[in-house]
């Protein structure tokens, strides 16, 4: 067996100490060692590192993303991508007007439909629509599935996802095999657990419970909760939706809180989470990397579960 | 090489932590090949007296042998509590601490209060940086017990116009302004004086996305790597730097960033 000896024991030490993290370490001494010997086993413990190797390894969808209205989108989003090695992006014009008629939703999934046009290798494409406008959406979602696009974008905040407007929508998008993907908040404030600021948040924005019930009803459906980095209360959402096989997560959000993509693995599992960005891209690749997932688990957040479902409505990426 | 110039040690009161102690942040930087981590202790921002969190790290720091060596130690100071002047000088002179923390809203104190403006000079005739921060954690998730300083609410997290006046008061003091997540906009005037004063923020917080921005609007001295591990992921604060492009920084630029920015501010 070709393994150096004080590496491997410097880890070895170094692995003990972590088991020890929550005994607060002072004075303490690995039982069986002098002092002097774990002295030098910590000092020759650094590693190199080449995180952009690291990057770079993985095949991405990012499984939420955005364009905007300026004039520097979708190359911006396109230019972050190339660098952090993502293949794909799933963007969407996300709804955020109200009341969200169908000309406002027409509207803006034309933007999305110009962009996957114009970089077809690069972009998926996600419809938004509102059910409150039921048989204007389902013809959204013939003529943007028409047009390319793979399934509901980010859909927002005008009707919650377990309201009785969206069953006939739900029932569609199952037909279809597509991923139900929608806009949610931990709760309808700011402030944390217990909110007490309202945050302005809309009404019907879609929460965790709100999920669960709608995931129950449609146990055929494939959920997806959108952003468990963006601010909301991650191990509330995530222990919410243990039990709920049909519910995934995506990881985007600005928030890269140290933790959240292991805690997300072990309470809902390795095949429940989709590497996103929500344009965040720095925190979406990094909190992944940083993860304690293996290499065989990081591969399916960042790619393979999402593709896998995809490939079940025939849309896959080879 | 890599510096660290943003970790802790400790507890957030409101959710446990990982890699929250010297020796497992050692495992974290043998693993991610960072050789030195600036390190405070979190519970300074909670105990009244923030002086017992200190001697905590200094304590512990001292339990590490050889390894004490892969840490720069800051020091927490409360300028509006009894016995600080003796504290900072306890800090510097038995506990080695190298710089100084402060937590204006945790401590309920203004940021042109004269005892911390006092604090400041005092820390600046000991040509040691003190370090203010934009913000702990992501105050959409905050516990209700947490402060009240809430994004889209009327008091909102802080940018860098709640943190300049400090600056202002006290020009030739050496900053640290970290996680950075929130605006970084200030009137012409006042972005003038700031760009004279002698600054170091880490990548750890969001704004940082445009790092390759910031460094031609900023210039390339002004920014280190940091984490604000362990609160945030360890990894996104070097990703910002490791994926800049050559013609946002080159090889020089990059180390820089890496360390030698914090190698120079820290006179290390």
Redesign the interface.
């Known amino acids: 067996m070709n393994i150096d000896r004080r590496k491997f024991v410097g880890r070895s030490v ?2 003990v ?2 088991m ?2 929550g005994s ?5 001494v690995v039982p069986g060692r002098r ?2 010997e ?3 086993d ?2 020759s ?5 080449d ?2 190797k690291e ?1 770079m390894k993985y095949r991405k969808i990012d499984a939420h993303a955005h364009i905007y209205w300026t004039k520097d989108s979708p190359e911006t989003q396109l230019n972050y991508g190339r ?2 090695g993502i293949e794909k992006q799933v963007i969407s014009r996300y709804l955020d007007v109200m009341p969200g008629t169908p000309e406002q939703f027409r509207k803006f999934n034309d933007l999305t439909i110009k962009a996957i046009k114009q970089y077809p290798g690069q972009l998926l494409g996600g419809f938004v629509l509102n059910p409150a406008y039921k048989q204007e959406s389902l013809d959204e979602i013939k003529r943007c599935t028409d047009a390319g696009m793979i399934g509901p974008g980010e859909l927002y905040y005008q009707v919650k996802i377990n309201d009785p407007k969206y069953y006939p929508i739900i029932e569609k998008l199952i037909d279809l095999k597509m991923i139900i993907h929608s806009h949610a908040e ?1 709760q309808l404030g ?8 309202n ?2 948040k809309e009404p019907n924005t879609s929460i965790p419970e709100d999920f669960v019930d709608i995931a129950k009803r449609y146990p055929e459906g494939i959920f997806q909760f959108a952003h468990i980095g ?6 509330y959402e995530c222990k919410m939706f243990r039990d709920y096989p049909n519910i995934y997560v995506d990881t985007s959000g ?7 993509i ?1 805690f997300a693995v072990e309470h809902l599992g390795e095949d429940r989470l989709f590497f996103a960005s929500d344009n ?4 979406g ?3 992944i ?3 304690n997932l293996t290499e065989a688990q990081k591969k399916k957040v960042f790619f393979d579960n999402y593709n896998n479902l995809l490939k079940k409505g025939g849309r896959g990426v080879d | 090489m890599l510096i660290d110039i943003n970790a802790y040690v400790g507890h957030w009161p409101f959710m446990q932590l990982k890699y929250n102690n010297c020796a497992s942040l050692v495992e974290r930087m043998n693993k991610f090949g960072v050789e030195l981590s600036v390190i405070s202790n979190l519970n300074g921002i909670f105990y009244k007296n923030t002086q017992s969190a200190n001697r905590e790290l200094y304590e512990e720091l001292k339990s590490l042998g050889k390894n004490r060596k892969r840490f720069i130690p800051f020091g927490v100071i409360n300028p509006i509590y009894a016995g600080w002047q003796y504290d900072l000088k306890e800090c510097v002179e038995k506990f080695g601490m190298k710089g100084f923390r402060v937590y204006p809203k945790y401590h309920d104190y203004e940021i042109t209060d004269p005892s911390l403006i006092e604090l400041v000079k005092s820390v600046r005739d000991m040509n040691l940086p003190v370090a203010f921060n934009y913000k702990m954690v992501d105050s959409r998730q905050r516990s209700w017990m947490d402060i009240d300083y809430v994004a889209y609410t009327l008091k909102p997290e802080w940018s860098l116009k709640n943190i300049f006046p400090i600056i202002k008061a006290v020009p030739d003091a050496k900053y640290m302004i970290l996680n950075v997540t929130n605006s970084m906009q200030l009137d012409e005037a006042d972005a003038a004086l700031f760009n004279k004063a002698n600054v170091l923020m880490d990548t750890s917080g969001r704004t940082l996305n445009s790092l390759g921005d910031l460094l031609k609007t900023q210039g390339k001295e002004r920014f280190a790597f940091g984490t604000h591990s362990p609160i945030l992921d360890y990894l996104t604060g070097m990703l910002r730097i490791e994926a800049l492009r050559a013609s946002e920084a080159d090889a020089s630029v990059k180390e820089l960033l890496r360390s030698g920015n914090a190698k120079k501010f820290l006179e290390l």
Do not use: I, P, T
Request: negative net charge.
């Open positions: 170094a692995g100490a972590g020890l993290a607060h370490l002072k004075g303490m002092k002097e774990q002295e030098d910590f000092s413990g650094l590693q190199q590192y995180l952009m990057v660098r952090l931990c700011v402030g944390g657990y217990r909110m007490k600021y945050g302005h963006m601010g909301g209360d991650w191990e600005s928030n890269n809180a140290e933790n959240m292991d965040s891209y720095y925190q690749v990094g909190k990397l940083a993860s």
